[in-house]
């Protein structure tokens, strides 16, 4: 009986979060006057989105493509610059770490257009590979704050007993303190993921091809129907396409993500 108000505080919370994609898929679903679905429940919704255009098919692999690459940028950046800001000393250290920090202060929107005008300099407006390259430099800030305080959890005679076997800095980070950092790496991942997976403003600036645009940007200009009519039946179930991989990949990862978490609050 003591915890019964934890309970109900926790779980209207849960029913408040929960209602909005509950809502989505409800309505995804059901008849509604001016989308597909008109008699009966069905997936009708869901027909009209795989059709859209080039096809929910396309804008979910472009969606895999941009993601995929910017996690891995996101990852191989974070782990090297972490592991440098940890363990390496050299002038201006922390005065670096801090400017990298500052980033963070600075709103993204304000510098799109002059990565829109860099991208197309060399060649990468309008392709999927400069929109992960952005989307990576708007994660590394965080990735890398995430990176240094996890491998300063991981005690340092790991390493040393590692360079006394006869391994170098390289193969040390590698075999050893690769693993022991890991649950830092999927949260660094799984951010970089959500953020890349649901983020809209960057492709609206940088992607003109409409083959090339991710499920967000394509699930927003269906919106735009002819006559100002806006098919809610097939936006809502593009908001539940857009939401299940999310949450599928929170569920399978949700422990190393608090543990990644915990590990930097526990040095803290």
Do not use: H
């Not at 922390?94 to 600075?106: D, E, G, P, R, S």
């Not at 990176?147 to 980070?173: H, N, T, W």
């Not at 949260?187 to 890349?196: E, H, K, P, Q």
């Amino acid at each position: 009986m003591r915890r019964m108000p934890y309970y109900v505080f926790t779980g209207s919370l849960a029913l408040l979060f929960l209602f909005p994609l509950l809502w989505a898929g409800f309505a995804s679903v059901s008849p509604q006057g001016g989308t597909a679905q008109t008699d009966g429940w069905g997936f009708a919704n869901y027909g009209t989105l795989a059709d859209y255009q080039a096809g929910i098919w396309q804008y979910l692999l472009n969606s895999v493509i941009v993601s995929g690459l910017t996690v891995l940028f996101t990852l191989s950046v974070s782990l090297l610059g972490g592991y440098a800001f940890a363990r390496f000393r050299f002038p201006g250290k922390n005065a670096l770490f801090l400017l990298t920090l500052a980033i963070l202060m600075v709103p993204y929107a304000t510098l799109l257009i002059p990565l829109y005008v860099l991208l197309n300099r060399i060649g990468l407006q309008n392709s999927l590979l400069g929109l992960a390259l952005v989307l990576t430099m708007f994660q590394l800030p965080f990735a890398t704050f995430m990176m240094r305080i996890s491998f300063e959890a991981v005690p340092i005679e790991l390493e040393e007993a590692a360079l006394v076997d006869g391994c170098g800095s390289v193969r040390a980070l590698l075999r050893v303190l690769l693993p022991a950092v890991r649950p830092g790496l999927i949260t660094v991942g799984l951010f970089a993921f959500l953020a890349a997976w649901n983020d809209f403003i960057t492709p609206l600036v940088l992607i003109s091809d409409a083959d090339k645009a991710p499920l967000p940007l394509a699930v927003a200009n269906l919106r735009q129907q002819v006559m100002g009519i806006i098919d809610y039946g097939a936006t809502e179930a593009g908001v539940v396409v857009l939401a299940l991989p999310c949450i599928l990949l929170f569920l399978a990862l949700q422990r190393q993500y608090i543990r990644g978490f915990m590990s930097g609050a526990l040095k803290g």
